[in-house]
């Protein structure tokens, strides 16, 4: 490409036109810039005479440069540039000799449109050959701008497209008009370092010189100022203030009032004192002296000793106002003048400092390209002794930085080369004596590849282990470990087919092993990639029938062996384990690890709590049961029961934190609560059937563990008499017949007390009932993260038979859970009210007439009722334009399906709790209402307590009721 482009190098007499014409342009867009920043006529015409006679010299340079560019006939590089690029350059070069040649004549109508004098380079003047009009004038002028914008546009794109061509294209298309030189010839005479201190030191003087010039001229102008504002300024200032004093004296005189000769006097002697400062601000006597004769007439005036008479008045006040005018018309001609050779020092500034950045910015592309150069030099000789020959003479000229480094360089290259040499033959006799070594050294080699083959098949042949490779074709191959015929029970394995040797018998299917089989060969013979993309495919567990009809797992493990020649994948090992053994023993891990968690869940109940929950929880997965069988299609009522009692399960679990039993209670839960809000959910009684029966499997286990292991069978504790001993159901019912009949028949003081001692025996007390709910409130208060509360009882002596005591303490853990997740605040919040920060619940039982009222109260915040009252305008509950009580609205928290709670988690939010607290109650006769404390109106947090009443059949007091 060099050579292409040395050989259509220009002259050098069409390389020095070229850069004169590019020199000119761009001077007279610089001219044409520094036009726009003038402010005076005087330079601006100056400027605009070299501005057109710049566009002379371009005109006729490109004559003589088309003249002798048609007669050298020089070629373009057609090798190097595209087509479309070379046509597109002649377009551009075209476009700019066109308008280079129009814009002088375009400016020189301009000229004779404006009057101006146009000459040729000043020696010649060429006069209008017609008068332009106005209308001409403008449209030339016009015509005028468009072209040197289009100047300026084709002058950049010709920049761009020598960048593009030298940095995209690499090619040079700026050398063709430089002058070239030898290969081998590096020139660097001039030191980098002194051409940067010449340019340096020629910008610095240009800069001193109109930085020096500048603030002469401006100092000139600064003090002609303050010498107009020290003189004619105040001489004026002066002068108005003698006649603002005379023509006060002017109205005295007019005004009759002559007696006042003493003020007159004093008016009279004030204008001849302002005239005086005014003519010492003059100073000269030339421009002074009509305000000098001025105040000599006052003087006059006043040396008579008596007022001035009316004429002599009249005509000393029309010589101020003559001074005045005068003085005016100078104050306005003044600012015009200083404003002209501000401008003009501005202009000059400006044509002085235009130089020195022109200078500036052709001395850094001067430097510029005289680095580039030698670079570009030094770096085409580099390449070609790189190429090279070895012999290559390289000529270096001048003392430079680059000449320096060059003959570095090209005495390196000599050292290099010598020591190249010398490195040469110490390797060829390196080489000898290796060679040597190595014959010893493959001997040595294959003794010991030997040895580590007879180790390798010893190996095979003793590990526990199925090692193997897989071979393309998916074949075994011959090598491979004596334990892998002992896992699959085959004599002989080599070269036989994998999928038919070793899955034959296993628990994979037609598609699992389709899967295998295609893996392998995708990735046999294939990049290691391919492993990785397949992989996924390979079976990694099975399990084998034995002959005896007994099963084996065994794992799989695939690697793949690469050959490091080609990179692709050789072989693939496979490595397979018969873990059956391990897998029963973690099986048997796992089963005992279970068993022993149950155990210690189980061991931290009371046994008689414990039987409690068991025979709770049975009695309602049996009504769950009856529920589910009955019914055959979707209704509310028995949907609501199921989702109770399976919720009342599922917290009773959770108080002794049975996990197993609270998972699978759950999930039932999870099927009822679907069927409850989603009209569209099927019901499924198989799916229902078999989610009872995993929650009453979690039971039996439980149930299994504490009798089996733990060996406590039966219920440990039914009813506790007063002597501490236990005391069965059906042993209490004869009992009780027992002493029914004596009643009957003797009747009388000591059998009614008899009686009456024999039925409380079967009482169980509120404080008891209470305690085995309370268990619950530890680990919930964990979860919650809140002080465990305490519990205060009150119970006053009284006790209830069995059966209604099932339903209160299935009652209190739903009302304990909802008053320590809702009531009960956070110890942050009770801190901020002044509370402590472990809350209180509170248990109290009165009698009522016939009745017995259980009251239950905490001190938490209290019940939401705005919660409770926009989940019932949410339902439909209220319409919204009647505003309910506050009992109405508090009565919705036994609601089904409706909470206050923000969102459902495991401890609340599901809307059941209080809606089976209500249930149960009512299945024994008793009723369960909410009492608000307190006398506020609205809708906010408010006191309050759950108010039991228990029917008198179901409770008795006596102070002897078994705890």
Known sequence: MNNAVRRTHYSLPLQLMHWLVAGLILSQ?????????????????????VHRQTGFAILLLILVQFAMSRREAVTAPSIALPAWQISAARLVHGALFLALTVQPLLGIVVAWGRGDTVTLFGLVTVPAPWDVSDRLRDDCMLAHMVTAGLIVGLVAVHIGAVVFNHRRRHFPVLERMLPSGPDNTLVNRVPVRAQLLAALGFITLISLGTGINAVLKYRDLIAMTAHYQETEQAAAGETQQAQVSWKEL?????????????????????????????????????????????????????????????????????????????????????????????????????????????????????????????????????????????????????????????????????????????????????????REMLEVRVQERTAQLSQKTSDINAMLQNMKLGVSTVIPGNRIHPEYSNYLRTIFCIDDLANKDL??????????????????????????????????????????????????????????????????????????????????????????????????????????????????????????????????????????????????????????????????????????????????????????????????????????????????????KGRAAELLTSRGCFVGNDELAKLRAMTASLAATHPGAVTARLRKAVDELGLISLERLVSGSVDALASLAAELKKPTPAVDVAHGGFGFNNQFAEALKSSFVHILRNSLDHGIESPEERRAASKPEQGCVRFSCVRRADRIELRISDDGRGLALHRLYEKGLAAGLFDGAHRPTREQVADLIFRSGLSTATAVTQVSGRGVGMDAVRTFLKQQGATIRIELLGSAADFAYTPFEFVIEVPATACAHSRAVAA
């Not at 006529?41 to 100056?46: A, I, P, R, S, V």
Request: charged content about 25%; overall charge negative.
């Open 29 to 49: 867009i610089a001219v044409a810039g520094i036009l726009t920043q003038l402010r005076s006529l005087h330079y601006g015409q100056e400027l605009l005479s």
């Open 250 to 434: 002017v109205g005295l005189a007019g005004g009759g009032r002559a007696g006042d000769p003493a003020h007159m006097l004093e008016l009279a002697q004030a204008a001849k004192d302002h005239l005086d400062a005014a003519a010492t601000a003059l100073g000269e006597p030339a421009t002074a002296g009509d305000i000098r004769d001025a105040s000599a007439r006052i003087q006059t005036l006043l040396a008579a000793h008596s007022p001035p008479s009316a004429d002599a008045i009249k005509d000393l006040d029309s010589r101020l106002q003559d001074l005045v005018d005068s003085q005016a018309a100078t104050a306005q001609q003044r600012p015009a003048e200083i404003s002209e050779r501000a401008s003009q020092g501005h202009d000059l500034i400006v044509i002085s400092v235009a130089p020195a950045v022109l200078c500036g910015i052709v001395l850094a592309l001067l430097l510029a390209r005289s680095i580039s150069s030698s670079l570009s030099r030094m770096r085409s000789i580099v390449r070609s002794v790189a190429e090279n020959a070895a012999g290559q003479e390289v000529v270096v000229r001048g003392q430079g930085e680059f000449a320096g480094l060059m003959r570095d360089m090209v005495t390196m290259r000599d050292a290099v080369r010598s020591r190249m040499q010398q490195e040469a033959n110490e390797r060829l006799a390196l080489e000898t004596k290796h």
């Open 499 to 712: 999928i038919e040797s070793l899955f034959s018998r296993s628990s994979l299917g037609a598609d699992a092993k389709d899967q295998v089989h295609a893996a392998l060969a995708a990735i046999l013979g294939e990049e290691p990639l391919m492993f990785d993309f397949n992989s996924h495919l390979l079976a990694r567990e099975m399990t084998l029938a034995n002959d005896d009809g007994s099963q084996k797992i065994v794992l799989l493990d695939w690697s793949p062996i690469i050959n490091e020649e080609s990179g692709t994948v050789e072989k693939v090992l496979l490595i397979t384990q018969d873990v059956t053994q391990l897998r029963e023993l973690e099986l048997a891990s796992a089963k005992q690890k279970e068993e022993l968690d149950i155990i210690a869940k189980i061991i931290r109940v009371p046994a008689g709590k414990f039987n409690d929950f068991v025979e709770s929880a049975r009695g309602f997965m049996a009504a769950n049961r009856t529920l589910i069988g009955q019914q055959r299609g979707r209704d509310h009522e028995p949907i609501a029961a199921l989702f109770r009692n399976m919720h009342t399960v599922k917290g009773n679990a959770r108080t002794f934190e049975f996990s197993q039993i609270t998972d699978a209670a759950h999930r039932a839960e999870q099927t009822y609560d679907r069927l409850r809000r989603d009209a569209n959910a099927a019901w499924d009684a198989p799916l229902m059937l078999s989610e009872l029966e995993a929650v009453e499997a979690a039971i039996a286990r439980f149930v299994g563990v504490n009798e089996e292991k733990l060996g406590r």
